[in-house]
């Protein structure tokens, strides 16, 4: 009887969770889905907005480790709801840009204030879920980064269509301050487990989880490596597919609104099962799974890269998308198997600053390609690239004898 309340507030928390992940999809998609008509408003190249969409990604690694580490400080509940509200204040704000310097300032400050929430997030599923059920809720979780994808151009497109992406970007933003208000109110706070065998003594008397331990665990730092690259692809896709779709392509907006979640739906699926996957058929043997799923990966964009129709072209997209998201499952979803309680915000932080750098570095990278070169031919020559360095990478992981957490003392 006394466990039902709290496994009810666990799934309560998970939903909620699952849904704000969603939320800030939407409030970053919306940039890339709006782009085309903020570049005609600023009068803008392509090299200009990828620093835009570059911009936020700066601010968004920066936070990860950070957030982390004060979500295992403090527990998850305060930093979630911190960050669900500050980013929906400043995607709000973006509807008051005037110029492309205000633009990049706005979206930098916004992918701070969102920053910390993927790490918090699955601090929080630690906090709620027993260690063996961990890596399958996190990859679960992470799903919803995609489902989040998959909405915001059907939610965004008409928005924009509708209102112009000013009053866009404020409704969304509006919504996800309701929605921290939800969240505060539902979920309980839970005090932030210390484990006796992994916490170092600061000055001050207190306790802290040993980043120094976890930035010499190489695996992490091969897992951030791996997931940098993969995420070149999922970033670089992710911004400019809309603007390739309606310039290289020739579709229109609404077409670019209905196409471009497709391959979203895939992904979902494929990132909700990874971590089943991954430690139903790769226990000890997760490197396999990178290794194979970023070969794929690259084979399948390169068939994108060469499609002849928009047929080809999505159904390729969404192999790429199915692939690349088994990764994303297995480098969060493995921390959580690996670490301890108190260091797992911290180690998820770790991980996803390569991802989300990334996204800083690709959308700037294929906004100088196109400038320079006209066209995205060797955008997506450089994506494949990211996939090979990838597989290489994720053949020299040894999780036979996981060693990422120091012993006890």
């Known amino acids: 009887m006394l466990a039902l309340p709290k496994l009810k507030s666990s799934v309560i928390g998970f939903v909620l969770l699952y849904i704000a992940f969603c939320i800030s999809y939407i409030d970053r998609a919306a940039i890339s889905i709006a782009l085309a008509q903020i570049g005609k408003d600023f009068n803008l190249q392509a090299a200009d907005l990828g620093i835009v969409i570059s911009a936020f990604f700066l601010g968004y690694a920066a936070m990860q480790v950070p957030g982390g580490w004060l979500a295992d400080r403090i527990g998850s509940k305060f930093v979630v709801i911190g960050t669900i509200a500050m980013w929906s204040v ?28 993927p790490p918090a997030s699955i601090k929080a599923v630690s ?25 915001a151009p059907l939610i965004m497109a008409p928005l924009i269509i509708w209102l112009g992406w000013r009053h866009a970007f404020e409704v969304i933003g509006g919504a996800g301050i309701v929605f921290a208000l939800f969240y505060f109110a539902l979920v309980p706070h839970r005090a932030p487990v210390r484990d006796p065998g ?13 980043m120094r331990e976890l930035m010499k665990n190489p695996i992490l730092w091969q897992l951030l490596v791996v997931w940098f690259c993969l995420s070149c692809v999922n970033k670089g896709l992710d911004s400019w597919m809309p ?20 391959p979203f739906v895939l992904a979902t699926i494929s990132t909700a099962i990874g971590g089943w996957v991954m430690t139903t058929f790769f226990a000890e043997r ?84 196109v400038t320079g070169t006209g066209s995205f031919d060797a955008a997506f020559g450089f994506l494949v690239t990211m996939t090979a360095l990838a597989v290489i990478v994720a053949s020299t992981i040894n999780t036979a004898e996981p060693r990422l957490a120091p012993s006890p003392a």
């Open 243 to 262: 603007t390739y779709l309606l310039q290289q392509r020739g579709l229109d907006l609404k077409a670019v609104g209905l196409l471009t979640p497709i």
């Open 127 to 151: 906090e709620s879920f027993q260690k063996d059920d961990r890596p399958k809720m996190s990859a679960l979780l992470m799903s919803s980064n995609y489902a989040g994808s998959m909405i």
């Open 198 to 210: 992994t916490a170092t003594t600061t000055a001050a008397g207190t306790t802290a989880a040993p």
């Open 90 to 117: 400043f995607t709000m704000t973006t509807s008051f840009a005037w110029s492309l310097l205000s633009l990049i300032v706005i979206r930098f400050v916004f992918g701070i204030a969102e920053g910390g929430f």
């Open 286 to 369: 997760e490197k396999y799974l990178l290794i194979g799923s970023s070969l794929l990966t690259g084979i399948f964009l390169y068939a994108m890269y060469k499609s002849d129709t928009i047929t080809s072209l999505i159904v390729y997209q969404s192999l790429v998308y199915f692939f690349k998201s088994f990764v994303l499952a297995a480098v969060i979803a493995l921390p959580t198997k690996l670490l301890q309680d108190d260091q797992i915000g911290s180690g998820i932080g770790m991980v996803n600053f390569g991802g989300q750098s990334a996204g800083f570095v690709a959308p700037a990278v294929i906004g100088f390609i």
